[in-house]
């Protein structure tokens, strides 16, 4: 059985006292524990408050990004140690916006996996293919080709603190849900692609979908066999529609 999760991408919103607002409004609107695992990504600037904000409750802290080494002349970047300073236990690596405006390839995504292994961060890998991608039927190979490097090099037994999120990069920030059965499809594929590699550990590995998830559209992506939950943009920056999404999953 794997314990469904919902993340919230903050992405280059909220300030530090806007951050600690919503994170207040997320623990006291969720009450008692929820019936599934709850994940605040904040912006870095903001992980302390929020951290500070969800401590002693169920809620989780997540960067968006992280660098692979522990230290050094990288003028910009924030080291895996640096996270768990401030009371990150996960971390978004690879995000279709690292891959398309910063430059993120399977190559540095495998690099900052295997940091945040090396930590005790939980790596949520990001994979996803374009517009075009699917509309010329080259979906699956692109998102195999995202497993095969990002994941490059792991052990079945490291894929316990993976969480992977398929995230169509035509339906990030557009509206364009993929249907329960589209997303279903690709989670089926990249479960079978990892039963490959990694043997029967795959069944065990959380898959979430990311991609235009709101409150009225959260049941039937979670009904799906392979989907264990979702990441949120848009929606999660605000506390009513987030807790909407938790509260709809089923
Ligand atoms: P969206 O973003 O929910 O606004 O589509 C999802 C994401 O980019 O993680």
Redesign the pocket.
């Known amino acids: 059985m794997r314990t469904r999760v919902i993340a919230g ?1 903050w ?1 280059m919103h909220k300030t530090v006292a806007e951050g600690r607002a919503l994170a207040r409004a997320i623990r006291e609107g969720l009450g008692g524990a929820p019936s599934c695992e709850v994940i605040l990504a904040p912006p870095f600037t903001a992980l302390e408050a929020v951290g500070a904000e969800i401590a002693g409750s169920p809620i989780g802290l997540a960067a968006q990004n992280v660098h692979w080494e522990e230290a050094g002349a990288f003028t910009g970047e924030i080291s895996p140690r640096m996270l768990e300073d401030v009371g990150c236990s996960a971390v978004l690596i690879g ?3 690292r891959r398309q405006y910063f430059g993120e390839t399977d190559r540095t995504v495998n690099l900052r996996v295997r940091a945040a292994l090396r930590s005790t961060l939980a790596p949520i890998v990001c994979v996803g293919e374009s517009l075009a991608d699917r509309e010329s039927g080259r979906h699956e190979d692109i998102v195999a080709q995202q497993l095969a490097g990002g994941l490059d090099g792991l052990t079945a037994g490291d894929l316990e603190r993976i969480i992977l ?1 398929y ?1 169509p990069v035509w ?4 509206g364009r849900t993929a249907s329960p059965e589209t997303a279903q499809e690709m989670h089926g594929f990249i479960r079978r692609t990892l039963a490959g590699k990694f043997g029967a550990d795959a069944g065990r590995v959380r898959i979430v979908y ?4 709101k409150p009225d559209n959260t049941a039937a992506l979670m009904r799906q066999p392979d989907i264990d939950g979702a ?5 999660c920056l605000e506390a009513k529609s987030f807790l909407g999404i938790i509260r709809h999953e089923p």
């Open positions: 991408n992405k995000h279709s916006e999120a995230e339906a990030i920030g557009t990311g991609g235009s998830v990441l949120v943009g848009g929606a």
